[in-house]
């Protein structure tokens, strides 16, 4: 089978390493010229772990920890008021157990999939256009002027996929917005910095973060929730703005927001990385259109608010190699896309399914709120302390045994290639 993935991120290489696995030949496509080194936390979870475990880099995924002690907020003075620790076996924190940079894991996926045969990279290169997508193949044009044909083509660049939109209807594809907007960046690390999540919780709903990574920098975040139409408007606008104007939105809305909001914006535009996203999820009616597919983001990004789309990435790719594995060599590659949808798009949309209160419960934007919700962070940090509560709520559990919800099939053929 000859496979074409445009994109080189999580859920591009992951399946590419699968296929391969099973004697498909697999060519990816990527606009940027390497692997980007940038991003910001993700995590790996229940199921995926076990997937993980089985193509043989898990000892490589926790050498790439980032190291993170945990979860601590902090309060206006700068202390830390509720902290919530890594423990062995327990998933009352809100850091992972397989903490890591979503740039490190694409490039341990890029790493593990671009030596196996079969499998080739072509980078500084983008679709330009699908000429047919029929019965007998899927033939495409590159950016480089070639056209090539594939007995299948997976869209798997992004939340914004241009892919997507030249093969789905418009219709098909429901965008959900969260009306919170999130900016991160990297930034030097100082003598003050340490090894928690630190999390301050600012009014007019601003939160701002700061995490370690094992790069010897601090990753950054800002996020907000707007307040009125006009805020809206101006985050909105700022999407497609270019990062001078977006850098000139956040030093506006995060001036007097404190703690270390003066740092950060003092040193935000000498960041090598600058991320401007809208906390929207993607929802599509089908994933796949005769010989095209979407799979990670493209198909169902969940919003970092999930913690899952990493997860969601790398398990896409495992299920879909496996029903692909399963075809007879007549089959048209849309049976096993249905099989793979029907086996994980429940699994998905629970997973898409985030609390009505959830974010604006965590981004007050008045005073007494803030001391509402740290009153209650403090009170679960001191009742999750205890390790008979843990037992009792159920998170004396390891983050690889949170798959209670999700049974992962066995893909014989696959299972034995891997």
């Not at 030949?25 to 199921?47: C, F, M, W, Y």
């Not at 330009?128 to 090539?148: A, C, F, M, P, Y």
Request: glycine fraction near 6%.
């Amino acid at each position: 089978m000859r496979v074409l993935i445009s994109g080189a991120g999580v859920a591009g290489p992951g399946l590419a390493y699968f296929l391969s696995k099973t004697g498909a030949r697999v060519t990816i496509v990527e606009k940027a010229s390497a692997p980007l080194p940038h991003g910001q936390n993700v995590d790996i979870t229940g199921a995926a772990v076990k997937v993980v475990r089985k193509m043989g880099i898990f000892d490589e995924v926790k050498r790439y920890h980032t190291s993170e002690r945990g979860t601590q907020f902090i309060d206006p003075n700068g202390q830390p008021f509720a902290l919530f620790p890594v423990k062995e076996n327990s998933i009352t924190s809100l850091t992972s157990e397989f903490e890591i940079l979503r740039g490190d894991m694409a490039k341990i996926l890029w790493e593990a999939s671009r030596s196996l045969p079969d499998v080739e990279y072509i980078f500084d290169t983008t679709i330009q256009q699908i000429v047919h997508n029929n019965d007998d193949s899927v033939k495409v044009e590159l950016s480089n002027g070639t056209v090539q044909e594939y007995d299948m083509l997976v869209a798997a660049d992004g939340q914004w996929s241009k892919l997507r939109k030249e093969v789905f209807a418009t219709e098909s594809v429901n965008v959900v917005d969260k009306n919170m907007y999130v900016v991160y960046f990297t930034v030097p690390k100082t003598k003050a910095d340490n090894d928690w999540w630190n999390v301050y919780i600012g009014l007019q709903s601003r939160i701002i973060t700061l995490r370690p990574d094992p790069h010897g920098t601090i990753r950054a975040m800002f996020t907000i929730m707007p307040r009125n139409e006009t805020q809206k408007t101006a985050w909105q606008n700022a999407i497609r703005a270019g990062r001078q104007m977006q850098e000139e939105l956040v030093r506006q809305e995060f001036a007097n927001a404190g703690w270390e909001s003066k740092r950060l914006l003092d040193v935000m535009s000498a960041a090598p990385d600058f991320y401007f996203h809208p906390m929207q999820q993607i929802k599509m009616d089908k994933w796949s259109q005769s010989r095209v597919i979407c799979l990670g983001d493209t198909a169902f990004a969940p919003t970092p608010l999930t913690g899952m789309g990493t997860s969601l990435a790398i398990l896409g790719g495992y299920m879909l190699a496996g029903e692909l594995a399963k075809l007879q060599p007549d089959q048209h590659p849309k049976t096993a896309f249905d099989a793979y949808e029907k086996a994980f798009r429940p699994f998905v949309e629970q997973t898409q399914e985030v609390p009505s209160i959830f974010p604006g419960a965590v981004h007050p934007d008045v005073a007494w709120k803030r001391w509402l919700l740290q009153t209650a962070l403090s009170t679960v940090a001191w009742a999750v302390s205890f390790p008979l509560f843990t037992r009792l709520i159920g998170g004396a559990k390891s983050a690889e045994e949170q798959d209670d919800n999700f049974k992962l099939p066995q893909y014989e053929s696959l299972d034995q290639a891997l």
